[in-house]
C-alpha cells in the first residue's frame, strides 16, 4: 500500500502563492502518474494537474498558466505550486498517485489519495 502525506496547504489572499507537497511512502515501487485533485462542497472532485513519470503535465483549463506541478521521483514527492490564487481556487485539494505493478504476467494499476489539504483563497 501507498501512503500519501500532503501539506502546504492554508490561508491565503487574492494574488497569493502557495505551493502544496505531497509525499508517498509505503509501496512506492510503480510509482506513474502523479497529481492533484481539488473538492469543494457541492461539486464534483475535478482534475487539478497530473504529471507522468515521463514529467508530461496536464492541467485543467482553469489553473493553467497558474499552477505549475513537478516531482521528484527520488523523494517519491509531488508538488503543486499555485501562484496568482484566486477564491474560487478554494476548496480541499487531494494528492494523487497511481501506482502500475505487474502481478504474474499482467500490469496492474491503483490509485491512491492522500487525505486532503484545505486551501482558502481570500478576496
Known amino acids: 500500500q501507498v501512503q500519501l502525506v500532503e501539506s502546504g496547504g492554508g490561508l491565503v489572499q487574492a494574488g497569493g502563492s502557495l505551493r502544496l507537497s505531497c509525499a508517498a511512502s509505503?509501496?512506492?515501487?510503480?510509482?506513474?502518474?502523479m497529481g492533484w485533485h481539488r473538492q469543494t462542497p457541492g461539486k464534483q472532485r475535478e482534475l487539478v494537474a497530473v504529471i507522468t513519470n515521463g514529467a508530461s503535465t496536464n492541467y485543467a483549463d482553469s489553473v493553467k498558466g497558474r499552477f505549475t506541478i513537478s516531482r521528484d521521483n527520488a523523494k517519491n514527492t509531488v508538488y503543486l505550486q499555485m501562484n496568482s490564487l484566486k477564491p474560487e481556487d478554494t476548496a480541499v485539494y487531494y494528492c494523487?498517485?497511481?501506482?502500475?505493478?505487474?502481478?504474474?504476467?499482467?500490469?496492474?494499476?491503483?490509485?491512491?489519495w492522500g487525505q486532503g489539504t484545505q486551501v482558502t483563497v481570500s478576496s
Open positions: 494523487t498517485v497511481r501506482v502500475l505493478r505487474i502481478e504474474g504476467s499482467f500490469p496492474r494499476s491503483y490509485d491512491y
Open positions: 509505503g509501496s512506492t515501487f510503480g510509482i506513474n502518474h
